[in-house]
């Protein structure tokens, strides 16, 4: 498989390199054209659901929000001896 792969990219190496020197030349000669389609009648579908209904309101509310008191370490205090 990976033999195949080596080879192949060397192919694609080739005819690259053939191009840039000019040794390979591919024109276009003919424009591509999408093929004609018409399309008649035809109906989309319809559908008919019952759904439950969602009541979204906003209310006004006071909250008790706790205060925090931070103190810095007082570095005075010496350690506490180990038993």
Known sequence: ???LLV????VVVAIVLLMAFG??????????QLPKVTIEGGQAP????????IGVST??????V???????ADNNV???PAP
């Open 66 to 72: 706790p205060t925090l008191e931070v103190r810095k």
């Open 23 to 32: 040794m390979i030349d591919i024109d276009q000669t003919r424009t591509a």
């Open 59 to 64: 209310e006004n509310k006071t909250v008790a």
């Open 78 to 80: 010496a350690p506490a």
């Open 7 to 10: 080879l192949l990219g060397l």
């Open 1 to 3: 498989m990976r033999t």
């Open 46 to 53: 319809q559908f008919k659901a019952d759904v439950g209904g």
